[in-house]
T-cell receptor, first 115, second 109 residues
Framework: ETGVTQTPRHLVMGMTNKKSLKCEQH?????MYWYKQSAKKPLELMFV???????ENNSVPSRFSPECPNSSHLFLHLHTLQPEDSALYLC??????????????FGPGTRLTVT | GQNIDQPTEMTATEGAIVQINCTYQ??????LFWYQQHAGEAPTFLSY??LDGLEEKGRFSSFLSRSKGYSYLLLKELQMKDSASYLC??????????WGAGTKLIIKP
C-alpha cells in the first residue's frame, strides 16, 4: 500500500471524448506529479504541483489539462487525444518539490488506450 | 543534454548476485534514486545516494561515484520475486528527476 490511489485503473477513449484521471494521496505530502510511461521509454514528467501551485509544465500538449484543488487531490483532464497518447499515466507525491532527498511515492497508474 | 543509461535487460539465477549499472549526465546533480517496478504495478522507492560510496539496505545496496557519473544497484541472494524492472533516476540542479528507461531483470530458477 503506497498511500497513493488512482482511478480509473484502465480507460479506453475515442479521440473526440473528454475524460478525467483522478489521483489521491493519503500521505500528507505537499507535492504531486503526473508522469507518462510508455513501453521501453523513460518516465516523462508532465506536471508538478507544489502546495497546489503548478511549478513545472514540461511542454505538454494542451489536450492535457491538470487540476490540483488541494494538496491531496490531483486530476488530469483529457480531451481530443491522439493514439500516441496511449500509455500508463502515473501519479506520484512527495513531501516537497524543489528539494533533494525526498523520494516520490507512486500510484498504480491508469492504463489509457486512445482509439 | 541530460541522459541516463542503463542496460535494457539482464538475466540472473536465483540465489546469485547481480549488479545493475547506471550512468548519468545531468545539469547539476542532487542525488541518484533507484526504484523497483513489477509488471503492471507502481514504481517503489529502493534507495537514494547523494554522497559517494555504498549504501546497504538488507539484500540491496546502491553505490554512487559522482566524479564518474556512475551508480549501481547490487542485489544479493536473488529471489524469484526480484524479477522486475529497476529504474535509475538522477536529480538535476532544478530538483527534477531525469529517468532511465529501466532495466528488466529476469530471475531464473
Amino acid at each position: 500500500e503506497t498511500g497513493v490511489t488512482q482511478t480509473p485503473r484502465h480507460l479506453v477513449m475515442g479521440m473526440t471524448n473528454k475524460k478525467s484521471l483522478k489521483c489521491e494521496q493519503h500521505l500528507g505530502h505537499n507535492a504531486m506529479y503526473w508522469y507518462k510511461q510508455s513501453a521501453k521509454k523513460p518516465l516523462e514528467l508532465m506536471f508538478v504541483y507544489s502546495l497546489e501551485e503548478r511549478v513545472e509544465n514540461n511542454s505538454v500538449p494542451s489536450r492535457f489539462s491538470p487540476e490540483c484543488p488541494n494538496s491531496s487531490h490531483l486530476f488530469l483532464h483529457l480531451h481530443t487525444l491522439q493514439p500516441e497518447d496511449s500509455a500508463l499515466y502515473l501519479c506520484a507525491s512527495s513531501q516537497k518539490a524543489g528539494s533533494g532527498g525526498y523520494e516520490q511515492y507512486f500510484g498504480p497508474g491508469t492504463r489509457l488506450t486512445v482509439t | 543534454g541530460q541522459n541516463i543509461d542503463q542496460p535494457t535487460e539482464m538475466t540472473a539465477t536465483e540465489g546469485a548476485i547481480v549488479q545493475i549499472n547506471c550512468t548519468y549526465q545531468t545539469s547539476g546533480f542532487n542525488g541518484l534514486f533507484w526504484y523497483q517496478q513489477h509488471a503492471g504495478e507502481a514504481p517503489t522507492f529502493l534507495s537514494y545516494n547523494v554522497l559517494d560510496g555504498l549504501e546497504e539496505k538488507g539484500r540491496f545496496s546502491s553505490f554512487l561515484s559522482r566524479s564518474k557519473g556512475y551508480s549501481y544497484l547490487l542485489l544479493k541472494e536473488l529471489q524469484m520475486k526480484d524479477s522486475a524492472s529497476y529504474l535509475c533516476a538522477a536529480m538535476d540542479s532544478n530538483y527534477q528527476l531525469i529517468w532511465g528507461a529501466g532495466t528488466k531483470l529476469i530471475i531464473k530458477p
